[in-house]
């Protein structure tokens, strides 16, 4: 089975190389051709950009593709459609819904975000207000979004909203896919503390949404609000990079640029700690690969994401202490700009110690991650609910 | 361990005196140093708050440890701590850390009569702002400092670099260390000095500048070397009371995280509860606390310390109080962001703020394990 597997993959792998080298290629037309061939999700069935096959074999096409001097930047260029929106949509969209969206989301023709937490509904995502109402074969929603990453170049917004206010709170909730350039929405940068705005908040006055747009049945929008979280949390912290990358290395880099071999032994000890405990995490999330099943990840996920957070905080912290006196400089200074990617990545040390502190808010804090361990992984009870069985709109919300 | 006496006591109940400073320090930045008027100025020009530092000046603030020969106030230390508590509860950009703390220690201590006379009254009364220069371009604290002094016939001619100098741009005078012929000088140079050339630093912290000052062929006269007593040692006077100040500045900033960190525990509802309700956060908070109050009566008791002017004690006060307050203040700066989540992230929140203030002073005048070795050394350790 998995030779048979390997064998798929690798006949793909080169026929795309042969008709698109990765080099030479545009990005765009690339990453279209790579969906084509199936290797854009290889989990999902073929047609949608994917063989079939096991995720696992997702690591090996990315690789390869990098090592022939590819791209797989769209993967965070366009992290919200490629890492979450595509596995709710594969997994409750329509046919249609794969058939229109897939293609031109894994291509970055059209990114998208995600319209979920509110000013009042964060952690508590299901008590979350903003209403859609049906007329005929519409939706009108009314209500603001926050923190919405990506927003203001998103061509398409992943929203849940309020279809039942009656309802307990996670029963009136209905999915949508929202068109960001139709009426009555309103993209406002909000600034971080990089100085950066890579979210906004985003307003919705009336804003129309046609029901073939709906992803699931009204009053489901819960479940696949939760198919979008779980991948999100394995598109944050579940990604593969190679051994010593990432915050650990800039910890290196400033050890190496400052302290060399005679640096203080104590420094050293913790750094060899943090480089121990990331490739410990590394190893982790490769075992998790290999048994991922195709279809939508399990609680588990949360695992690397609760790690991968807290450790990026600290690594990027210590970075800051191992510069010394530089680590009270911020170079290149605050530029409030609204940038076309999240800096998560291939950032200096100083902008990647800002940036970290958010790792254990987005996608869900470290404390929500490590209920949902105790709770969904470990077996533990949860805690007495307050808000459970009755109306949402008698829910007390601050 | 070589240390068998008992440390000196020191009371830390306020008079009633300096409960009245600290109600009077707060009134003045409750109105003057709100999130606006922080942030108006940390995104200009001005470097500080020359409305604030005024006011201050006015109210008598500057002069408060200044000698009264020396138009001060004669105050001691504990005083002028209380202030930099309630300063570092606001992040009030004003220069009071660079100009009477590392500034005016370091006149007091090395300066001749005649040259306190001459300095330290602007010091106290706010119209002479001084800044220390003495590190070298990457910011170390070396024997060999960034700046190098050559005697000209009556004159001295300064050449080189010093870095990370706190509102070194704004200062009206640098004192700077520099090696000369027999060793490390201090020279009192005005800052518009021909040959000064002044650039603010891109900093973590906006709400202290620092600036990185450039000596080429700089002139200055022998009267003004300060050469009342040794430079190295008054440096050090000068480094140990700024350590002290920091301390209690941070003391402060952990404060104000703990109280706004609460209140919004309290007000924020999430799940149908309030989040404090969750014990994730309710035992966060009450170990925010308990460091807390640990980080106050290390601060207090260096400032105390320093006041009573108990050298040897000093000694472990003042780098238990740096390293300590630095960890803690930062620790709860980073769960402030965390507890006020997403909101927490923003620009627009204070929280990032003292998150940056945190880091900063953690990395000014000595980091936690350049402190924790000096107090190993005092301790015999
Ligand atoms: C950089 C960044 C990008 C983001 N991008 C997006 C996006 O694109 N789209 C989107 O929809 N959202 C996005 N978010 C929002 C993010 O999902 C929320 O910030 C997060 O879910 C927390 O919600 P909150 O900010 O309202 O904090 P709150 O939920 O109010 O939490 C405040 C504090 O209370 C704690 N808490 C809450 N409930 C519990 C509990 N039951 N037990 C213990 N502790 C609890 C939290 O852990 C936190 O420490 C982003 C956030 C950030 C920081």
Known sequence: MATDERKLVDEQIEALFASHPPADTPEREFWGAQFDHGLAWVQHAEGFGGLGVSPRWQGEVDRRINEAGGSTRNRYLNVLGIGMGAGTIMAHGTDEHQQRFLRPMFACEEIWCQLFSEPGAGSDLAALATSAKQ????????????????????????????????????AGLTYFIVDMEADGVDVRPLYQITGEAEFNEVYFTDTPIPDDLRVGEVGQGWAVAMTTLMNERVAIGGSVSPRGSGSISLAVEAWEKLHGQDGDPVQRDQLLSY?????????TTLRAKEAAKQGTPGPEGSTAKLHWADLNKAITSFTMDLMGPEGMTYPGGYEFTRPDQTSNRGTSAHKAF????????????????KNILGERVLGLPGEPRVDKNIPWREVPRS | MTVTTAPPVVAFALTEEQKLLVDMVRDVLKDRATSERVREVMLGDDGFDEVLWTELANLGLTGLTIPEQYGGAGSTFTELSLVFEELGRRLAPVPLLSSVVLGAEAVLAAGSDEQKGAILPGVAAGTTRLALAHLDPAGRLTADPGVRAVRDGDAWVLDGTAGFVVDGRTATHLVTAANGPDGLELFVVAGDTAGVERTDLEVLDLTRPMASIVYSGVRVQDADRLSGADAVAALHRALEAGVVAIACEQAGGTQETLRTTTAYARDRVQFGRSIGSFQAIKHRLAEMLVASESARSAAYHAARILAAGEREELAIAAPLAKSYCSEIYEQATGHGIQIFGGIGFTWEHDAHLYFKRAKSTKLLLGDPKHHRALLGQAIGL
């Open chain 1, 354 to 369: 800002l940036r970290s502190r958010a790792n254990s808010i987005e996608g869900g804090t470290s404390e929500i991650m």
């Open chain 1, 135 to 170: 007329e005929g074969d519409t939706w009108i929603v009314n209500g603001q979004k926050v923190w919405t990453t990506l927003g203001h170049l998103a061509k398409w917004g992943l929203l849940v909203t309020r279809t039942d206010p009656d309802l307990p709170k996670h």
């Open chain 1, 275 to 283: 480089w121990a405990e990331a490739e410990a995490m590394r190893l």
